[in-house]
């Protein structure tokens, strides 16, 4: 008889206090959810959020407008670009 794989899924522990765990059962009992299911999703939430806060560069409309104008209408190079570019060619080997 073929085995069959079943996926393993990862396992994660957490000490928490008496209290925390008694809100975490009843907020889980209110939803109608295991508490493993309940932490599993609240924490999954919480870690979108934090990444998305994170990797979100938020811009006024202004501040939209002037980082268009630089992206499609750039300053010419000063100084410290042109020695920035002169260093990279002479470290840089293509």
């Known amino acids: ?47 979108r959020r934090t990444i998305e806060r994170t990797e979100t560069i938020l811009f006024t409309i202004d501040a939209q407008d002037r980082f268009w104008e630089a992206m499609h209408n750039p300053p010419p190079p ?4 042109r020695k920035a570019f002169a260093r990279h060619r002479d470290l840089i080997v293509e």
């Not at 209290?19 to 939430?45: I, M, P, Y």
């Open 1 to 47: 008889m073929p085995k069959t794989s079943i996926a393993r899924a990862a396992r994660f522990e957490a000490r928490i206090t008496p209290e925390v765990q008694r809100q975490l059962k009843r907020a889980a009992e209110l939803e109608g959810r295991s508490v493993s299911d309940f932490v599993v999703t609240a924490a999954l939430e919480a870690a």
């Open 78 to 81: 000063n100084d410290a670009l």
